[in-house]
C-alpha cells in the first residue's frame, strides 16, 4: 500500500479572532452605564498605540478587573460570550467525535470523505500515553503499560491501518464512491476540522476535557481530547489573561 504516517500529537492553530478582556467589560457594563460601555468597546484608541497593540495586552485597571472576577465568581455568564475564535484543529476521528457532543456555543466544519480522498495520516499512543485501566466503572485509573504492551499496541494498529488504508484504495481503484470506501477507514485516522467558539463555550469544554489541580469539580478525559484541549487554553490565555486568570482562580467553573 501507499506509505502512510503515524502520529502520537495533535495540533492546534488559532484562525481568527475577536477576544480581548475588554470585550467582557463592555458587553457587562452597557447593563448600568452604557457610555462607559461605549469606551469599553473601542478601547483600541489606547495608550499603546500601533499595530503591535493587543487589547488583551493594555493595562486593565483594578477596577476592571474586578469586575471580570466578580463576573466570573457568580456566574454572571453572558459577557463572555461576546468574542469569537476560530481554531483550525487536528486530531484522530475519536477525538472529533467527542469533541462534538460540545453542541451550545460551538461551531464546526470538518474535512470531508465524500468529497475528497483522505490522507493516510493515523494516530498511534505515544511514550507517555497510559495504556492499562484498573478498576471497575466509575472508579477505575488508568496506569502504564509494560514496554511490551506498547509495542504491541503500536503494531497492531499500524498492521489494522495498513490493511484498512488498503481496501480503501482498492474500493477507490475500482470505481467505489468515496463516501461508500470510507466506511471501511478506522476512528484512529486523523481529520482536520475548524472549531469556532466564544470564552464561555470554551470554559466549559475545558472545565470538563482538562485536569487541573485548581479545578473544584474533577474531571476525566480521554488524554488525546485533553491534549487538544490544553493547546486551546494556552491560545486562549494569551488574548484574555485577566478573563482566564479569573476562570483558574474561581475553579475553573465555566460561568
Given at each position: 500500500m501507499t506509505d502512510f504516517t503515524l502520529r502520537s500529537d495533535v495540533s492546534v492553530e488559532l484562525v481568527k479572532h475577536t477576544a480581548s478582556d475588554h470585550d467582557v467589560l463592555f458587553a457587562a457594563r452597557v447593563s448600568t452605564s452604557t457610555e462607559e460601555a461605549y469606551r469599553d468597546a473601542a478601547r483600541g484608541d489606547c495608550e499603546h498605540q500601533g499595530p503591535e497593540c493587543q487589547w488583551s495586552r493594555c493595562g486593565?485597571?483594578?477596577?476592571?478587573?474586578?469586575?471580570i472576577n466578580y463576573l466570573m465568581r457568580d456566574r454572571h455568564g453572558s459577557p463572555f460570550e461576546h468574542n469569537s475564535?476560530?481554531?483550525?484543529?487536528?486530531?484522530?476521528?475519536?477525538?472529533?467525535?467527542?469533541?462534538?457532543?460540545?453542541?451550545?456555543?460551538?461551531?464546526?466544519?470538518?474535512?470531508s470523505g465524500r468529497y475528497k480522498e483522505l490522507e493516510p495520516v493515523f494516530y498511534v499512543p505515544g511514550p507517555g500515553r497510559k495504556l492499562v485501566q484498573q478498576g471497575r466503572p466509575g472508579k477505575y485509573e488508568f496506569v502504564e503499560g509494560t514496554v511490551e504492551q506498547g509495542r504491541l499496541t503500536v503494531d497492531t494498529l499500524a498492521r489494522a491501518y495498513s490493511d484498512a488504508y488498503g481496501w480503501y484504495q482498492?474500493?477507490?481503484?475500482?470505481?467505489?464512491?468515496?463516501?461508500?470506501?470510507?466506511?471501511?477507514?478506522?476512528?484512529?485516522?486523523?481529520?482536520?476540522?475548524?472549531?469556532?467558539?466564544?470564552?464561555?463555550?470554551?470554559?466549559?469544554?475545558?472545565?470538563?476535557?482538562?485536569?487541573?489541580?485548581?479545578?473544584?469539580?474533577?474531571?476525566?478525559?480521554?488524554?488525546?481530547?485533553?491534549m487538544v484541549g490544553e493547546q486551546m487554553?494556552?491560545?486562549?490565555?494569551?488574548?484574555?489573561?485577566?478573563?482566564?486568570?479569573?476562570?483558574?482562580?474561581?475553579?475553573?467553573?465555566?460561568?
Open positions: 486593565l485597571s483594578d477596577r476592571d478587573k474586578g469586575l475564535m476560530t481554531f483550525c484543529i487536528s486530531a484522530p476521528i475519536f477525538v472529533f467525535r467527542e469533541f462534538m457532543r460540545h453542541r451550545v456555543g460551538w461551531s464546526y466544519n470538518e474535512e482498492l474500493l477507490l481503484a475500482d470505481g467505489i464512491a468515496r463516501e461508500v470506501a470510507r466506511a471501511v477507514l478506522p476512528v484512529g485516522m486523523f481529520s482536520t476540522m475548524y472549531a469556532t467558539c466564544n470564552a464561555r463555550s470554551l470554559m466549559h469544554f475545558l472545565g470538563l476535557r482538562t485536569t487541573h489541580a485548581d479545578a473544584v469539580v474533577p474531571s476525566f478525559p480521554q488524554r488525546e481530547i485533553e487554553e494556552a491560545l486562549w490565555a494569551e488574548l484574555m489573561p485577566v478573563t482566564h486568570a479569573a476562570f483558574g482562580a474561581n475553579g475553573r467553573v465555566a460561568p
